[in-house]
Nanobody, 125 residues
Framework: AQLVESGGALVQSGGSLRLSCVAS????????IGWFRRAPGKDREEVAA????????YYATSLKGRFTISSDNAKNTVYLQMNSLGPGDTAVYYC???????????????????WGQGTQVTVSS
């Protein structure tokens, strides 16, 4: 089982980025895929998650409205569209996967057993 993120970059404050996460080696349609991030010197922070089976989405309250998670099931890919980025969004962004019964604790990193290697997002002021 593998998750590969891409799309991280250096972007100016106010800009947008779209991260991609390509899944392989497991039944994508039967999983939930999420995003976490870790900023320098801080703990991992939940960002968003999506139940691939039914499309239900989950967002960190502080990010809802700026970030959008979506999936392309034909491509086994989940996207994270990030708008109005600010320096506080600078972090390594990780794609994660779990089975949907764990979504009741989607904010908890321990709920996920598949992790990608991360992609760096840097927002300059």
């Amino acid at each position: 089982a593998q998750l590969v993120e891409s799309g991280g970059a250096l972007v100016q404050s106010g800009g947008s980025l779209r991260l991609s996460c390509v899944a392989s080696g497991f039944a994508f349609a039967d999983y939930a895929i999420g995003w976490f991030r870790r900023a320098p010197g801080k703990d991992r922070e939940e960002v968003a998650a999506i139940n691939i089976r039914d499309g239900t989405t989950y967002y960190a309250t502080s990010l809802k409205g700026r970030f959008t998670i979506s999936s392309d099931n034909a491509k086994n890919t989940v996207y994270l569209q990030m708008n109005s980025l600010g320096p506080g969004d600078t972090a390594v962004y990780y794609c994660v996967a779990t089975t949907p019964e764990w979504l009741s604790m989607w904010e908890n990193p321990s709920a996920y057993d598949i992790w990608g290697q991360g992609t760096q997002v840097t927002v300059s002021s």
